[in-house]
């Protein structure tokens, strides 16, 4: 829920970044 709403408030931007951190994330866990 809280990452649609990010990506919906950030915009095409919000989602790169989103994309970037899961991704991060992904790896790091």
């Given at each position: ?6 990506i ?22």
């Amino acid at each position: 829920m809280t990452v649609k709403v990010a990506i919906n408030g950030f915009g095409r931007i919000g989602r790169n970044i989103v994309r970037a951190i899961y991704e991060s994330g992904r790896k790091d866990i």
